[in-house]
């Protein structure tokens, strides 16, 4: 076994000096997950430097491999369904508590799995118990975040009880464990255990009249004003305890505001701009004062990602914590006047 990975490693070598960047990138992500899978984490690790130094924008095999080894090093751990759910389950006799806990089928999503689709039909209702996935809408080359969900969330409720086709995408972000009910278990429960089938359904109706509130509170906040910015803009992509996995990538400032900014990467891959969705991120990057630079970091979420032309994606971030207003203004305020003087030199060459 390990003669064929220390194989394997050589004709790695022998792509890269051919220029096989691609072969090469995949040959060497194979080769982390077999070592991951074998423990040899420090192999493992030092492979994936590797990779980044082969190709630093092969986003999908640098974070798939991340989250990977992290899924290897960490012990499985069952989730309590029962502590996450306590809500539910107390409204339900013992009866009925074991007759819907038995109904469930558990199931496990790999990063980047898709639960449903866009357009597709979905007859099943998904209870979160671990992990994180992402929810997202898609229109003409926009992939927009519309959440984000963890244990404890539900999932498919909006097409579970009618009849209608998701009007979102539901992937998960890293390992995801989510127990879910079949619509056939459900209908046949309306005629056996009507009473048990009513409290599913009001509990999941109460669930979506306080997301559409907490939905309509986001969409009446006022939307903050955006400042063109240029510059260069450091970002390295956090897994879920807030560390960084990797190292950073580098993109190109577009705009800002108090609450979020935006920035352009180059990739022929739509895969790895479409990664970016959903996750998290630290950022470093300047703001220009006057005569001075203010370094700032921040850390966000990644709610928007855009196709653009010549392979270029536009990769919108939003705050976990809100920018100085004052610093924005002051920006804003250097840009009018730098705009002044330069519409005050035009002015003068024409007369």
């Known amino acids: 076994m390990n003669n064929d990975l220390a194989k394997q490693e050589r004709l790695i070598d022998t792509y890269v000096q051919q220029q096989r960047t691609e072969e090469a990138v995949e040959l060497l992500f194979q080769l982390i997950v077999n ?24 986003l999908t ?22 502590d996450i759910w306590s809500d ?28 449903f689709s866009q357009g597709d039909i979905n ?15 898609s229109q003409k080359g926009v992939e927009k975040l519309i ?11 909006d097409t579970f009880f009618s009849i209608s086709v998701c009007t979102t995408s539901l992937t998960a972000l890293g390992r995801t464990g989510v127990n879910y009910l079949n619509i056939e278990t459900y209908n046949r429960w309306q005629t056996e255990f009507p009473t048990l089938a009513s409290k599913v359904e009001l509990y999941c109706s109460n669930l979506m009249k306080n997301a559409k509130l907490l939905q309509e509170k986001g969409l009446n906040r ?3 004003r955006r400042i063109k910015i240029s510059g260069t803009i450091l970002f ?6 807030g560390k960084p996995i990797g190292k950073a990538f580098k993109g190109d400032l577009s705009d800002i505001s108090i609450g979020g900014l935006s920035f352009f990467i180059k990739t022929s891959n739509r895969k790895n701009a479409l990664m970016l969705l959903g996750r998290k991120l630290n950022v470093k990057f300047s703001l220009p004062m006057g005569k001075t630079n203010l370094e700032t970091k921040q850390k966000g979420t990644i709610t928007g990602v855009i196709n653009h032309l010549f392979r270029d994606y536009s990769i919108h971030m939003r705050f976990d914590n809100l920018l100085s207003r004052l610093v924005v203004e002051e920006m804003q305020l250097i840009q009018d006047a730098h705009g002044n003087k330069e519409s005050e030199k035009a002015d003068k060459s024409i007369a």
């Open 222 to 224: 006022r939307e903050h």
């Open 35 to 58: 070592y991951a899978r074998e423990k040899n984490f420090i192999k493992a690790e030092a492979l994936r430097e590797k990779l980044f130094e082969i190709d630093s924008m092969a």
């Open 236 to 241: 390295q992509v956090l897994n879920r305890e």
């Open 147 to 157: 959440k984000t969900m963890g244990p404890g969330s539900l999932a498919g409720e």
């Open 123 to 137: 007859d099943k209702l998904w209870f979160v118990d671990q992990g994180q996935l992402k929810m997202v809408y």
């Open 88 to 115: 539910f389950y107390k409204n339900l006799t013992t009866e009925e508590t074991n007759i819907f806990y038995f109904a469930l089928t558990k199931k496990i999503f790999h990063p980047d799995e898709v639960v």
């Open 61 to 82: 095999q640098i974070i798939k491999s991340a989250e990977i080894i992290e899924e290897e090093k960490s012990e499985s751990v069952d989730s309590n369904h029962m």
